[in-house]
């Protein structure tokens, strides 16, 4: 005989027992030699334990269908339970190509070469720096491995980090706390993460610390352990900045630098801290450098042609892209 204990999670628990219990009723019909109890987020089973293994492999495909499309009924019920393991249906609930399901059951892709590049790379990296234009889906690719790893329970948090690079000096002047004068510079994530979690467990994240956003000057003095971190818009560091961030990786931590050097937002006369990092840490072995360019594009297709034209206006003019203090992230 085998018990084991399993916790429902990224779901909410009664939309997979259904009202009144009427979808656990029809669970437990299926597996009749089996003792299964359910309590809030866990589910106790036991029994053999081939019947027990399979019961917790058809649970797994049903709680995927109900993160994937937001319900289920009882007909995705009856398919999940008799399916084969090698039918069409089973395979879209376990397809290897998506990153994550967003909400209403929307697949998030690498869908570009150099995305799916970014993807592998992250895989077998602990620090990688994904550099390119606007829209090349850099950080949403970024956010979209983080979400994974949580839900794989690979790492213990996310933590998303900006430059405030526009608030400056000048936060004073704006209403709120502080956490209410820094939040439109780091509303980019924010976005990201709401494609990705329903609303309520994302709050969640947010209340107990699983997911933090914050700018990066709050990363100073920190070790970041047993956690998948990204820094966004890293071209907005300086070089100060940049290898404060960087050195503060702690065990089991995944780093994710992303950035475009043509659309630097520092004062004048202060560097940049992404270009120096890429010929500082070029050949140093466990850090890959990913490059993107206007091929990789999944905007509008104008933002495609934009990218390519102001690339040729700075070319034809011989000046360099980075030199305007203006940003369409």
């Known amino acids: 005989m085998a018990e084991q204990i399993v916790q429902i999670e990224n779901v909410n628990p009664s939309d997979l027992y259904g009202a009144k219990d009427q979808h656990l009723t029809m669970i437990k019909n299926f597996f009749p030699k089996l003792k299964i109890i359910a309590r809030g987020d866990f589910v106790k089973v036991i029994g053999e334990d081939d019947e027990v293994n399979y019961f917790l492999e058809r649970l797994t495909l049903l709680v995927n269908h109900l993160e994937r499309f937001g319900s289920i009924n009882p007909k995705v019920i009856e398919d999940v339970m008799i399916a084969g393991g090698d039918t069409a249906y089973v395979k879209s609930l376990s397809d290897s190509d998506v990153l994550v399901y967003g909400r209403n059951g929307m697949q998030i892709k690498a869908i570009t070469v150099n995305q799916k590049r970014m993807v592998e790379a992250i895989g077998k990296k602990d620090m990688v720096f994904a550099i390119g234009p ?186 360099e892209e980075n030199t305007d203090n203006e940003s369409t992230n």
């Open 134 to 319: 606007a829209g090349t889906g850099k950080t949403y690719t970024a956010v979209a491995l983080a979400v994974r790893a949580l839900k794989d329970r690979e790492v213990r948090r996310i933590i998303l980090t900006r430059p405030a690079v526009e608030a400056g000096e000048n936060l004073g002047f704006l209403p709120g706390d502080l956490k209410e004068k820094l939040d439109p510079y780091l509303q980019p994530l924010y976005d990201a993460l709401r494609d990705m979690l329903p609303q309520a467990k994302l709050n969640g994240y947010m209340e107990d610390g699983t997911i933090e956003i914050a700018p990066l000057a709050f990363m100073r003095g920190r070790t970041l352990d047993h956690a998948f971190v990204i820094l966004d818009e890293a071209q907005n560091a300086t070089r100060a900045q940049l290898k404060m961030f960087l050195t503060r990786m702690g065990r089991d931590a995944k780093f994710v630098i992303t950035g475009d050097v043509t659309q630097i937002d520092l004062p004048k006369n202060t560097p940049s801290g992404l270009p120096q990092a890429v010929d500082v840490l070029g050949d140093v072995k466990g850090i890959e450098f990913i490059f993107l360019d206007e091929k990789d594009v999944v905007r509008h297709k104008l933002v495609t042609d934009i990218v390519n034209a102001y690339k040729k206006f700075y070319h034809d003019e011989n000046i």
